[in-house]
């Protein structure tokens, strides 16, 4: 099974799991480094819980769900026209002030990941700032059907070199915010790129 097809499968569920799922301290900490109105880019934005908490903030957003089902229940939880795009399909340049990449690139494959971080760090603004989150660790697994591609410090610090032009701004591990997921430990980065 396929990551988006077990999104397409699981579509309402995986939605009611995690639509109210308190991310408003990593969406503050990102938010701060914004101008006031900025264009974000929800970059696999899932439930469409957090684009309508940009929306809701006066941001331009524009969300993307590579699942289709998963973005039909995002449009209607959200009202936003959710565009079904995968990170290969990505072709903005300069585009956005911010991209939220909360929980998505997880999915990427490990030998896909610097491409497909170069793809958002040039979809950005000179100086725009990208937050991107993984489970923390350095294994790549696929536990039912999805593709996980974990990342610790030192992973995540060899992408960003890697990658080039993005400054580590944040970097935090912290343990999951999902009540059934105890002992999960997640890794968040908020980058700014560099010209």
């Known amino acids: 099974m396929s990551t988006i097809r077990f999104y397409e499968e699981n579509a309402e569920d995986f939605f009611e799991r995690t639509v109210q799922i308190d991310m408003s301290g990593p969406r503050e900490r990102f938010t701060a480094l914004l101008p006031v ?4 880019l929800d970059a696999g934005c899932g ?7 940009f929306h809701q903030s006066g941001f331009v957003v524009t969300a993307i769900e590579a699942a289709p089902a998963l973005a039909a229940r995002a449009r209607e939880h959200t009202g936003l026209p959710i565009q079904v795009m995968t990170f290969r399909e990505l ?3 300069e585009a956005f002030e911010g991209i939220w990449a909360c929980a998505s690139l997880l999915h990427v494959p490990r030998d896909q990941l610097v491409a497909t971080v170069a793809r958002l760090r040039d979809a950005l603004t000179p100086g725009g700032v990208i937050y991107m989150s993984f489970k923390h660790g350095v294994e790549s697994r696929e536990p039912d059907g999805r593709l996980f591609t974990d990342l610790d410090e030192a992973s995540a610090e060899t992408l960003l070199t890697t990658v080039g032009r993005l400054e580590l701004l944040q970097m935090t591990v912290e343990d999951s915010r999902k009540s059934h997921a ?6 968040a980065l908020i980058c700014r790129k560099t010209t």
């Open 37 to 40: 109105c900025g264009r974000i």
């Open 47 to 53: 439930s469409g819980r957090d684009a309508l908490a």
């Open 91 to 93: 072709i903005w340049r």
């Open 182 to 187: 105890v002992g999960e430990r997640w890794l």
